[in-house]
């Protein structure tokens, strides 16, 4: 059966953990694992800008012994109007996988619906879920577990990075708290769905406007952009949001050890401070690197459910 990977509960708590322990597994043995090899091309499309992204998808279809085929969707026929659907079939027919990032979540559904191989969510304005994977692998590494532990997102709560932290933090049985201004709280629907896996797993989802509230005695601190691609009321954003700053001060209420993480790109002094992402609890590059081995297990994951 296909599978996809298009929002943070299309894994279940034993396949995420089951892709976690595959992206330890490659991190150690990095040319080792070739479910790509032929080579199988996969094909990776951007709507919006990416370092990260790009690089890693690259870079890891290339390790499974596979092709990377970068392509930036507005100079497809996409860009003129084809349908997204018959991309998929076009698509479906050559390569092993399809990774988009885009902007509405339902464009990316389209494109699962019409495909017959796998497809990943690379980013929408929705979900980021091959972040969260690379985010549950750092913090595993620094603290040796996740369920059980706190995590705090501070700043855009009806972002793509804070929707994403609520499934995919609750399907790792985390307790996940997002500290977010009036205006700025997460979607109601994915807030209930987290709850729903929360409910399964044992960890638990809850939004607060404290900033000081939200980040007590957490375990890890995440944040991201005041200003996601595609929106443009930055001085507004930027006035609301300032009092979720990550700054030392703020991280005076975390867990002594807390890990401060950031998906990247960042923009010092705003939603976090030069000293706190540049200082000892901040774990913002091996989360970049671990882009690269979350990825890579994911891609094997959905080829071998594919198979
Ligand atoms: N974190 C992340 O997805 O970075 P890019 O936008 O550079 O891909
Ligand atoms: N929320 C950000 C994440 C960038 C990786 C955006 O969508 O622009």
């Known amino acids: 059966m296909t599978r996809h990977f298009l929002r943070d509960d299309d894994l279940s708590p034993a396949e995420q953990a089951q892709v976690l322990d595959l992206a330890d597994a490659m991190k150690k043995d990095r040319f080792g694992h070739r479910p790509l090899a032929g080579p199988q091309t996969v094909a990776v499309l951007f709507d919006k800008h990416s370092t990260r992204t790009r690089i890693s998808f690259a870079t890891g279809i290339a390790d499974l012994g596979g092709q990377p085929l970068v392509i930036d969707a507005g100079s497809s026929q996409m860009g ?8 998929a079939r076009v698509l479906s027919r050559q390569v092993a996988a399809v990774v988009w990032r885009t902007y509405g979540q339902e464009r990316i559904e389209a494109m699962a619906a019409a495909a017959t191989v796998p497809v990943v969510n690379a980013l929408t304005d929705a979900f980021h879920p091959c972040q969260i994977l690379a ?15 706190s995590l705090t997102y501070l700043g855009d709560g009806a972002n793509n990075m804070a929707h994403s932290y609520l499934l ?18 997460p979607d109601a629907l994915i807030l209930d769905k987290a709850a729903t896996i929360a409910a399964r797993t044992g960890g638990s989802v809850v939004a607060v406007s404290d900033p000081a509230a939200a980040v007590r005695g957490a375990h890890v601190i995440a944040t991201d952009t005041w200003v996601s691609m595609g929106q443009e009321d930055k001085d507004e954003r930027i006035a609301a949001l300032m009092p979720y700053q990550v700054c030392a001060e703020l991280l005076e209420h975390a867990a002594p050890d807390a890990v401060v993480l950031h998906c990247l790109p960042a923009y010092r002094g705003l939603e976090i401070t030069a000293e706190v992402i ?30």
């Open 80 to 87: 003129r109007g084809e349908p997204i659907e018959d991309t």
């Open 135 to 149: 985010d549950l692998q750092t913090i595993r590494e620094r603290t040796g577990a996740l369920a059980g532990l």
């Open 168 to 185: 995919g933090g609750a399907t790792a049985g985390m307790h996940v708290r997002i500290g977010a201004p009036p205006g700025y709280q």
């Open 278 to 307: 540049d200082g000892p609890h901040s774990a913002v590059w091996d989360q970049a690197e671990n882009r690269l081995h979350a990825q890579k297990a994911l891609l094997a994951f959905l080829m071998e459910s594919a198979s």
